[in-house]
């Protein structure tokens, strides 16, 4: 029995959205949990994957596939599926983990379910699970039947826990693909202004309607970068064109999970709150007590972000 | 260019989401209905496309029969033929979904069928990629910058910093995502067009899927209403506290 996982790297290590898909990977209690990881041996960060109780890695090395292929991806996994007999194959439920299990779930033919926080094997072919609808505003309780479970993990939901560490084997895959899988292929090159993500950030330090404009902004990004952290925006920023739709925090832009998300002169619409609630603590400044943010934050400031902001940028330079 | 866009007619939440007694579905007696942010985008990125290069914008939706309001909207905004797959109120999965969708699109022809990356309600992230498999077309998702010419489309996206760029041959699907484009408001002249216009009509069946929902429900925040530290620049010194006491001043 194993479940495979396709492990994402971030700069050289594993990524945090993909260890906490092992996270949940590991709670089915197979037998052998892989990952699956799609680099050079020599980069493969393999005591850490032990630390998350990975048993088995399957590398697949730029000599055979090259760059992100989504349907080759999928391809790939679809083979190691058949020849570990897995039960569950899953993924992080980032932009490529979706994409590459949606693939796979053509590929199969079988039914794919995104963004789960809880998968429970239920005997034969059968897992009950939790996942997310309205991007997390929602639970659903479903069950699939299938012969191989596949899904995506919801990371703003589920924690990153370590494991003790298992004895762990790495072994080289290559994969068969037919010409079709290399079809659609990401040419990469550096984007915007490179820094920390949005996604990935520690500190987010956002900012909404309150700011009034275009210009208002130069005080959240200094406390960002004070914070080491970086400017979020609530939709309405971006729909008015005030910030690029890449600072976007929520539904239909990014979902965060940092330290700490300090929202300011943001109301809170559910849809803002889909994409920060995965924030550990949320901090609100608002001239509102009564805006809906403060039902979703554990410390609020009443007041106007333009005095607070400048405030509390000087008193930290002062420490 | 044919292009055929579609989209899926969900309820507009605003303050907070409800679920019906039998938990089945979002409580819709005090809201109306709309498409997502995604799919606005979609529809506004094929009539652009159109405007430029000329052709047809088809908008196409799977839904009860009152989503013909949604279709309305579409074509208000420029798109020029509507379709409705019509249900009979269940709920069809992606599988079904994208395969009514494939029927559709083979029978009548299309360069480009674009879709929102996931939609707002059900967010199953595949029945653009399942509909591109059906018809073995190349597929790009999440896609927050197109440019369009005679035989292929350069797909853009960002991840983790990276730019990703995919060059797809035409005919080819396409998820896109909010920011791609700031959608423009209907005319008044549209608007009138929208409601003479007629809506082409099939019902395809429903299936099970191997994923049943058994019920929806509200997680518990564990959130309480916040502690206010203070009024304006008073609170600052509590705020850097509170900041020191959650350690994310290094």
């Given at each position: 029995?194993?479940?495979?996982?396709?492990?994402?790297?971030?700069?050289?290590?594993?990524?945090?959205?993909?260890?906490?898909?092992?996270?949940?990977?590991?709670?089915?209690?197979?037998?052998?949990?892989?990952?699956?990881?799609?680099?050079?041996?020599?980069?493969?960060?393999?005591?850490?994957?032990?630390?998350?109780?990975?048993?088995?890695?399957?590398?697949?090395?730029?000599?055979?596939?090259?760059?992100?292929?989504?349907?080759?991806?999928?391809?790939?996994?679809?083979?190691?599926?058949?020849?570990?007999?897995?039960?569950?194959?899953l993924a992080a439920g980032t932009d490529r983990g979706n994409e590459v299990l949606a693939h796979l779930g053509a590929i199969t033919g079988l039914p794919m379910a995104a963004n789960c926080t809880l998968v429970t094997p239920d005997g034969g072919q059968t897992h009950r699970l939790v996942r997310h609808r309205w991007?997390?505003?929602?639970?659903?309780?479903?069950?699939?039947?299938?012969?191989?479970?596949?899904?995506?993990?919801?990371?703003?939901?589920?924690?990153?826990?370590?494991?003790?560490?298992?004895a762990l084997s790495v072994h080289v895959h290559k994969p068969e693909l037919a010409g079709a899988d290399l079809v659609v292929r990401a040419a990469e090159s550096p984007a915007g202004a490179g820094g920390v993500s949005l996604a990935t950030a520690r500190v987010v330090v956002g900012g909404g309607r309150g700011v009034g404009g275009p210009d208002g902004f130069a005080p959240l990004e200094e406390l960002a970068e004070l914070l080491g952290g970086v400017v979020g925006v609530s939709r309405v920023?971006?729909?008015?064109?005030?910030?690029?739709?890449?600072?976007?925090?929520?539904?239909?832009g990014t979902k965060i999970t940092p330290e700490l998300y300090l929202a300011c002169?943001?109301?809170?619409?559910?849809?803002?709150?889909?994409?920060?609630?995965?924030?550990?603590?949320i901090i609100a400044i608002n001239t509102d007590p009564g805006a809906p943010i403060l039902g979703h934050a554990d410390y609020a400031v009443i007041g106007d972000l333009h005095q607070v902001i400048p405030a509390l940028v000087a008193a930290l330079r002062a420490r | 260019m044919e292009i055929l866009v579609c989209v899926k007619r969900v309820p507009t939440v605003g303050g907070k989401i409800a679920v019906t007694t039998d938990g089945q579905e979002v409580d819709t007696r005090a809201s109306g209905f709309s498409i997502s942010p995604h799919e606005e985008c979609a529809v506004e990125e094929a009539v652009q496309i159109t405007e430029r290069a000329g052709g047809t914008v088809s908008v196409l939706t799977l839904g009860p029969e009152a989503a013909i309001e949604q279709l309305r909207g579409a074509l208000a905004l420029g798109a020029g033929r509507a379709v409705l797959l019509e249900t009979d109120g269940r709920e069809f999965g992606p599988i079904v979904t994208a395969a009514a969708i494939a029927a559709e699109v083979r029978d009548r022809g299309y360069d480009l069928v674009l879709l929102g990356n996931e939609a707002a309600d059900t967010g199953d992230y595949q029945v653009g990629?399942?509909?591109?498999?059906?018809?073995?077309?190349?597929?790009?998702?999440?896609?927050?910058?197109?440019?369009?010419?005679?035989?292929?489309?350069?797909?853009?996206?960002?991840?983790?910093?990276?730019?990703?760029?995919?060059?797809?041959?035409?005919?080819?699907?396409?998820?896109?995502k909010e920011g791609i484009n700031l959608p423009r408001y209907p005319s008044l002249p549209g608007r009138l067009r929208a409601r003479r216009a007629a809506v082409e009509r099939s019902a395809p069946a429903w299936a099970a899927e191997g994923l049943r929902k058994e019920a929806l429900r509200v997680p518990e925040s564990g959130k309480h209403q916040a502690e206010v530290l203070g009024q304006?620049?008073?609170?600052?010194?509590?705020?850097?506290?509170?900041?020191?006491?959650?350690?994310?001043?290094?």
């Amino acid at each position: 029995m194993t479940v495979l996982c396709l492990t994402e790297l971030d700069g050289g290590e594993a990524a945090d959205a993909s260890l906490r898909a092992l996270t949940l990977g590991r709670s089915l209690d197979s037998s052998a949990l892989a990952a699956v990881v799609f680099a050079d041996s020599a980069s493969v960060p393999a005591g850490a994957l032990a630390g998350y109780g990975v048993t088995d890695v399957y590398v697949i090395e730029p000599g055979s596939l090259e760059g992100y292929a989504p349907q080759a991806w999928a391809r790939t996994l679809a083979g190691l599926a058949a020849e570990t007999g897995a039960t569950a194959v899953l993924a992080a439920g980032t932009d490529r983990g979706n994409e590459v299990l949606a693939h796979l779930g053509a590929i199969t033919g079988l039914p794919m379910a995104a963004n789960c926080t809880l998968v429970t094997p239920d005997g034969g072919q059968t897992h009950r699970l939790v996942r997310h609808r309205w991007a997390g505003l929602l639970l659903e309780d479903a069950v699939m039947e299938a012969p191989v479970a596949l899904f995506t993990v919801a990371t703003d939901s589920v924690a990153n826990v370590s494991a003790t560490p298992a004895a762990l084997s790495v072994h080289v895959h290559k994969p068969e693909l037919a010409g079709a899988d290399l079809v659609v292929r990401a040419a990469e090159s550096p984007a915007g202004a490179g820094g920390v993500s949005l996604a990935t950030a520690r500190v987010v330090v956002g900012g909404g309607r309150g700011v009034g404009g275009p210009d208002g902004f130069a005080p959240l990004e200094e406390l960002a970068e004070l914070l080491g952290g970086v400017v979020g925006v609530s939709r309405v920023v971006t729909s008015e064109g005030w910030r690029p739709h890449r600072q976007q925090v929520g539904q239909t832009g990014t979902k965060i999970t940092p330290e700490l998300y300090l929202a300011c002169g943001i109301s809170g619409a559910i849809q803002h709150i889909a994409g920060c609630a995965g924030a550990r603590h949320i901090i609100a400044i608002n001239t509102d007590p009564g805006a809906p943010i403060l039902g979703h934050a554990d410390y609020a400031v009443i007041g106007d972000l333009h005095q607070v902001i400048p405030a509390l940028v000087a008193a930290l330079r002062a420490r | 260019m044919e292009i055929l866009v579609c989209v899926k007619r969900v309820p507009t939440v605003g303050g907070k989401i409800a679920v019906t007694t039998d938990g089945q579905e979002v409580d819709t007696r005090a809201s109306g209905f709309s498409i997502s942010p995604h799919e606005e985008c979609a529809v506004e990125e094929a009539v652009q496309i159109t405007e430029r290069a000329g052709g047809t914008v088809s908008v196409l939706t799977l839904g009860p029969e009152a989503a013909i309001e949604q279709l309305r909207g579409a074509l208000a905004l420029g798109a020029g033929r509507a379709v409705l797959l019509e249900t009979d109120g269940r709920e069809f999965g992606p599988i079904v979904t994208a395969a009514a969708i494939a029927a559709e699109v083979r029978d009548r022809g299309y360069d480009l069928v674009l879709l929102g990356n996931e939609a707002a309600d059900t967010g199953d992230y595949q029945v653009g990629v399942r509909l591109a498999h059906e018809l073995g077309w190349p597929v790009a998702t999440g896609i927050k910058n197109l440019t369009v010419s005679a035989d292929r489309v350069v797909a853009r996206r960002e991840y983790r910093g990276v730019e990703e760029a995919y060059e797809l041959p035409l005919p080819a699907v396409v998820t896109v995502k909010e920011g791609i484009n700031l959608p423009r408001y209907p005319s008044l002249p549209g608007r009138l067009r929208a409601r003479r216009a007629a809506v082409e009509r099939s019902a395809p069946a429903w299936a099970a899927e191997g994923l049943r929902k058994e019920a929806l429900r509200v997680p518990e925040s564990g959130k309480h209403q916040a502690e206010v530290l203070g009024q304006g620049v008073d609170a600052v010194p509590s705020l850097v506290r509170v900041l020191e006491e959650m350690g994310v001043l290094s």
